[in-house]
């Protein structure tokens, strides 16, 4: 059964704090993503990653980053959280473009800053 | 315009009815297509994917991708309240041998006994 786990299902930081957010995968998967979900604007793309230690910027990278060590891990760190970032936050992997696009889900976490 | 339009609903129905799901798209360059089923608190699970136009089916699902009009729509047959969630649809292109999905805000569903 596939797996993609995200380290923490809801976490509360304080504004300013720097904030991990860690995802892994068991697929043996090239891509991996980072999404935020909000209500009234849907799923959208942070970052990915087509290989270790690349990143690409998606449609909001704003105030995030992230690292890909290694293939079965890809985090996104919020240098500095601020209140506008509190959303629930996918990760999801897919294998490669050439084999299909399907996409896999992490449970989700749920940030709230205060 | 949005590359992806979909319609939030909330579409209620009763148990037993057939739901109609659609989305929207202004990119022709799009190729593959998807529907996510997202419960309350979960993250988006694959219902089904198709490539190209025509339509494909799997149990009580069918989806269609109509690539002329930029139109996909899923259709639940016998939709049972266990089928009440956030239906997103995606699609998603090649790109220098990766592709990022693309998705609409999603449809909530509510199937009432």
């Known amino acids: 059964d596939v797996k993609v786990t995200q380290s923490s299902r809801y976490l509360v930081k304080r504004t300013g704090e720097k904030v991990f957010l860690e995802c892994v995968q068991d697929?043996?998967?090239?891509?991996m993503f980072w999404y935020r979900q909000d209500p009234g604007l849907g799923l959208r793309l942070i970052y990915f990653?087509?290989?270790?230690?690349?990143?690409e910027k998606g449609d909001i990278p704003e105030g995030y980053s992230v690292s890909r060590e290694k293939k079965e891990r890809f985090s996104l760190i919020l240098e500095s959280a601020s209140t506008n970032q509190t959303s629930m936050y996918l990760c999801a992997s897919s294998p490669p473009a050439y084999m299909n696009t399907e996409a896999f889900f992490g449970q989700g976490t749920r940030l709230t800053v205060v | 315009q949005k590359e992806v339009e979909q319609d939030p609903g909330p579409l209620s129905v009763p148990e037993g009815a057939i739901v109609s799901l659609n989305c929207t798209y202004s990119?022709?360059?799009?190729?593959?297509f998807m529907w996510y089923r997202q419960y309350s608190r979960k993250g988006p699970e694959l219902l089904m994917y198709t490539y190209s136009s025509g339509n494909k089916e799997d149990g009580r699902f069918t989806a269609q991708v109509d690539k002329s009009s930029k139109y996909i729509s899923l259709f639940i047959r016998d939709s049972q309240p266990s089928d009440s969630a956030t239906y997103l649809c995606a699609m998603s292109r090649m790109n220098s041998g990766y592709s990022t999905l693309t998705f609409g805000k999603g449809t909530m569903l509510l199937v009432s006994p």
């Open positions: 697929m043996d998967h090239e891509n």
């Open positions: 990653s087509y290989d270790v230690k690349m990143k």
């Open positions: 990119n022709s360059a799009f190729q593959y």
